[in-house]
Nanobody
Framework: VQLQASGGGFVQAGGSLRLSCAAS????????MGWLRQAPGKEREFVVG????????YYASVLRGRFTISRDNAKNTVYLQMNSLKPEDTAVYYC?????????????????WGQGTLVTVSS
């Protein structure tokens, strides 16, 4: 299973970025997917998860309203649209997949991980 995240970069506070994660090597359309992040010196934390067909989405409460997850099963890709970015959003963002179809907010319940993409938000 390979997950290739892209789209990270440097942005000023208030700006936007769109992350993409291309999946291969597993049945993407049957997997719950998620984005998680890890800031310097902090533990990895859940950002948002989505079930196999997008009917169920779960956001970390502090991010609701600014971040939006979506998926395109025809392209085996999941996206994270991030708006109104803040310096505290600076982190490496990881795309992750589950063997199960459901959504989860627990990092330990994700079975496959991508390499991460760095997002840096300046004040």
């Amino acid at each position: 299973v390979q997950l290739q995240a892209s789209g990270g970069g440097f942005v000023q506070a208030g700006g936007s970025l769109r992350l993409s994660c291309a999946a291969s090597g597993h049945t993407f359309s049957k997997s719950g997917m998620g984005w998680l992040r890890q800031a310097p010196g902090k533990e990895r934390e859940f950002v948002v998860g989505i079930d196999l067909n997008g009917d169920a989405v779960y956001y970390a409460s502090v991010l609701r309203g600014r971040f939006t997850i979506s998926r395109d099963n025809a392209k085996n890709t999941v996206y994270l649209q991030m708006n109104s970015l803040k310096p505290e959003d600076t982190a490496v963002y990881y795309c992750a997949a589950r063997r199960l179809y459901s959504v989860s907010d627990s990092p330990s319940r994700y079975d496959y991980w991508g390499q991460g993409t760095l997002v840096t938000v300046s004040s």
